[in-house]
C-alpha cells in the first residue's frame, strides 16, 4: 500500500486539474474523504474541484469545503481534466459517473475499501480491511510525509467516525482506534461530529422511525428482519430522506437476525436497499452486488427498480 500511496502522490504533484468525485448521495466517509483530499490539493496549489452527481446533505455541511461540492456535469466532462480521483465507490456505476467518463482522457485513480471494488482505476488504492476510505486516506497522507491538518482531520474523522458507527461496529478494529486517536490529536473536532451526526434528530424524525420500526417483520426460516420507507411517509412526516439514516445501523442491534434490511422508496419507480449483519458466516455484500450494488460483507447497500413489495420478493429468494 505505501508503494501505490507514494505512486499516486507523484502523479498528483505532476497534475495540472483535478476532479474528486465522491458516490452519489455521499455519506460521512465519501464527503469526509473527499474533501480532505481537496484540502490535500489546495496545499499543494492544484485546480482542483468536487464533483457528485447528487448534493450533499446539508447534515454534513459542517465539513470543511462540503458547500463547494458541484452536481453540474460539465465539471466531470470536462476533456481538459487530467485526473479524476474517486473515493469511497465500488465501481462506477454506483458513483454515477459511468457514462461521463466514457473515452475520457483522464487518469483514473480509485481510493476505497468496499470489498466489491472492481479495481476501475488506472491506479487502485483498494484497502477492503480498513474501516473506512477515510482510515486508508490517513495512511496516503503518512506514507508521504504530508501533514494532516485541523480540517483535514475533522473531514477524516468524520468518515472513521460514520463508517463505525461512533466505534460500535463490526469495523472498529484496532486500526480505526489508533486512527481516530491521532486524528483527534491533529485537531480534529470529535464534538462538532457527535453533535452534527448522532444528536441531529428532529421529533418528526423519530415518529417516523417509529412508524418504520412499526412495519419490523421476521422471516424466521431465513433469518431476515426487514422493514420500509415510502415516499408518503417522507411527505407526511415533513422529513428529508437524509434523516433516516441511521436506522439501518439501528436494525443491526437486533437478537436472533441474520441479516437486518430496510428498504426506501425513490424516485422513478425505483428502491434503495440497506443489508446489515453481525454474523461472520453472512456476506451481504453478495447479496447487495446481486441487485446492482455493493459494500462490506457486514454492510453493504443498493439501488433497483421495482416497487419494495417486488425487491423483496427477490431478495427473499436470494436470503
Known sequence: MRHIAQ????HIQRAHKIVIVPHQHPDGDALGAATAFYEYLLTLGKDAQIFCVTPATSKLHFLPHAKILSSLTPVISDKTVDTIVVVDSGDLRYNGIA????????????????VTNERYG??????????????????????????VNRRMATSLLTGLTTDTGNFTNSATSASALSVGGELIRSGGNYQLINDETVRNKSVDALRLWGV?????????????????????DLELYKVPENETEGIANFLNNLDNT???????????????GSFRTTRDDVDVSAMAKALGGGGHKKAAGFNTVGTIDEVLKKILTLG
Open 7 to 10: 505512486q499516486i502522490h507523484a
Open 99 to 114: 457514462e461521463f467518463i466514457v473515452d475520457h482522457p483522464a487518469t483514473i485513480i480509485n481510493i476505497d475499501h468496499h
Open 122 to 147: 488506472h491506479i487502485n488504492l483498494v484497502n477492503p480491511t480498513a474501516s473506512s476510505t477515510c482510515e486508508i486516506l490517513y495512511h496516503y497522507f503518512y506514507h508521504n510525509h504530508i501533514p
Open 212 to 232: 418504520v420500526l412499526s412495519r419490523l417483520k421476521h422471516e424466521e426460516k431465513l433469518g431476515i428482519t426487514h422493514t420500509f420507507i415510502t415516499k408518503a
Open 258 to 272: 441474520r441479516i437486518a434490511l430496510i428498504l426506501k422508496e425513490t424516485d422513478g419507480n425505483t428502491v434503495k
